[in-house]
């Protein structure tokens, strides 16, 4: 079993910062990217930042230069650092892993997502 947990979802005003985290628990043999992705209400799920296990990054263009991704490997923690947020950031935001297995196969798993909003 994967386990992915994400904090640090909640309430933020617009032009203000909220770190999300993401921990993933298992048996796992490895970690081969963790992201984010999010979902505002009537709308589809978007990328919002991906990073790989060899450190190259990729962003949505809407969150470019204001988010960072980051990883702490020991911890197998992903965080997305958001600034200057805005109201239409305003989604429930999932982390998501793609990890080898120790049978070796690789499997993709979701979070359960956390909400936040920004108020304007």
């Known amino acids: 079993q994967v386990h992915l947990v994400e904090t640090g979802g909640g309430l933020v005003q617009a032009g203000g910062s909220r770190r999300l985290s993401c921990a993933v628990s298992?048996?796992?043999?490895?970690?081969?990217?963790m992201g984010w992705y999010r979902q505002a209400p009537g709308k589809q799920r978007e990328l919002v930042a991906v990073?790989?296990?060899?450190?190259?990054?990729n962003y949505g263009d809407s969150v470019k230069g204001r988010f960072t991704i980051s990883r702490d490997n020991a911890k197998n923690t992903v965080y997305l650092q958001m600034n200057s947020l805005k109201p239409e950031d305003t989604a429930v935001y999932y982390c998501?892993?793609?990890?080898?297995?120790?049978?070796?196969?690789?499997?993709?798993?979701w979070g359960l997502g956390t909400q936040v909003t920004v108020s304007s």
């Open positions: 990073l790989a296990s060899g450190g190259s990054t």
């Open positions: 298992g048996n796992i043999f490895s970690i081969n990217a």
């Open positions: 998501n892993t793609n990890v080898k297995l120790m049978d070796w196969s690789n499997r993709n798993y």
